[in-house]
């Protein structure tokens, strides 16, 4: 619940929930692959998503379309599906999260205007009926405020009529701490932040204890809040993690995931002392291959239960038998797949658990501990042919200094894996990773006849601080290196066609897909660009006020623009000013009120292009982000891709789409004689 607001500085590309109907283009086809899954039943607006148990155990809410749109609704937890109520009437975009409170009173959602990211929180009952003449229960606007990013730091659990959150109305860069009584409305400011706060920590008794505070060189500083002052009580640098996670139930200590000092390498799971500032290892990689990942606690209990890692696969390690006992009779009745806890009632005799794999995008049951039964509720796309979808399959391979990188590969099905067509998919961020799964994208491309290969280039995080530091001022250096020999990689092995690889990203992987084709322009033979940086100096120079906190990392991650050599760096590795030596099909797509990315990234690359007669295809959609949140406009963006890919690479394409869908692609898509640069 904490990190609903939280922004991230990476976009996953990754796609809801999704159910359609069969179309004729499913049908069989030549050469062994599967029959051609239509588009809509992979990125096509979503039958039922986004579902959560109430903690009292009697409703479940989740997400299906209303007029087009991602909705709300309600059931009791024993009625069908069809019985479920409507909460909410949004039509223009999808709720993008939401989350019970903790006395089941509320529902809490979040929207935004056109993924501007400016977020407002909303709350509704579910048990409210709705005003004559009206479809749902009436929301109220708990912070109503126009510009401001909204943060949620702590609903507590000693008073489920209260959250603490974050405003910066009064100061873009840093929010102020407010707490907000959710059956008034009332919001009292706590904490005017004057201190560089970037994050507040409670203890499980609703006290405030510590806060992180960026410091002007970067790095992170763990304070003690006492009544009259701040103590700076740890500290981690600006290439280091130190993060409060959670307060012990005796609400003296806290969990800390930290790799600070030079004898830490992966990050590992501690026990932090507020008033000594010592801290006590609890847990790390009993293998020593990757970083912390989860640590889950009980809601009844509030005692540790169990920590995940994110290796080749997920990997669990229990601390309660209570909770490993029901995981391992959950994997006999569910083998082969990654089964997760994704709700629970406060006593957890219920729990919400969605079972996936590579070729399964979610199952979701009800799980009955005390009697063990488990009930499917639903299966996610449950129209999509399963037997159709590929096999992920983790893979390795030595970059140009012999660093090994972790990847994924999704091979075509039912055909040989020699010679083909190939999508190279760095992910975005950098510093995220991708991990094993039902990947939309994968699946995809697969389908169409494509080798998808998914790399953790260094930079990447989950790895260990070195990895994630090799990748320092190596953006379309090193960095790029590391995609570059994926594609050796797979033309080594037979596997690719050398004169038939793409290359697809958004983010930072558009930025890689930029810098594919510039600074390798014999490699690819068509490229797509989803809203990615084409210069580093104009990125950095139009990052959100609200990513002050992160703005020396970048700075020592990517190279500094307030000093000479490091403008120097960034000016190099900005594809916009290599424009000039791209011969590669290119296609780009771009939010007009994207923040992250802004929409001058792409248009400064379509002009440079266009100005040198080189041909280059543009989409600008006026009502998105950095991301493509309405159903009808990724959709619009995936239909162009997959054409483009097909015209210059040779995979499957389906023809046409439906008539909502290639009216908005003719909406989106701008002649790049129109472009205009503003000032």
Known sequence: MKTLLKGPLCLVLAVSSLGAQNTKDEKASPGGLPPLIDRELIFGNPEISGEQLSPNGKYLAFQKPWKDTRNIYVKGVDQPFSAARLLTTETKRPVPGYFWTRDSKYILYVKDNDGDENFNIYAVDPAAKPAAGAEAPPSRDLTGLKGVRTRIYEV???DPDVVYIGLNDRDKAWHDLYKLRLSTGEKML?????????GWSFNLQGNLRLASRSAENGDTEII???ADKFT?????NVFEQCDIIRFQKDG????LVT???DDLDLTALELFDPETGKTELVESDPLKRVDFGDAVFSEATDELTNTNYEDDRVRRYFRDKGSEASFKWLGEKLPGKDVRRISVTNDENLWLVVANSDTEPGETYLFDRTNHNLTLQFKVRENLPRGSLAEMKPVSYKSSDGLLIPAYLTLPKGIPAKNLPAIIFPHGGPWGRDVW?????????ANRGYAVLSMNFRGSAGYGKKFIDAG???WGRKMQDDVTWGVKYLVAEGIADPQRAGIFGGSYGGYATLAGVTFTPDLYAAAVDLFGPSNLITLLGSIPPYWEAGRQMFYQRMGNPTTPEGKALLMERSPLNSAGKIKTPLMIAQGANDPRVNHAESEQIVVALRDRGFPVEYLLIPDEGHGFARPVNNMASVMATEKFFAKYLGGRYQEGGTPKVTARLREITVDPKTVVLAK
């Open 252 to 255: 003296k200590h806290a969990y």
């Open 190 to 198: 706590l904490r005017k932040n004057t201190e560089r706060i970037s």
């Open 156 to 158: 507590p659990k000693n």
């Open 259 to 261: 790799n600070k000092g």
């Open 472 to 474: 320092n001022n190596e």
């Open 437 to 445: 799964g039902y990947n939309a994208y994968a699946q995809f491309f």
């Open 224 to 226: 003690r809040v006492d």
């Open 232 to 236: 700076k009580v740890y500290s981690c």
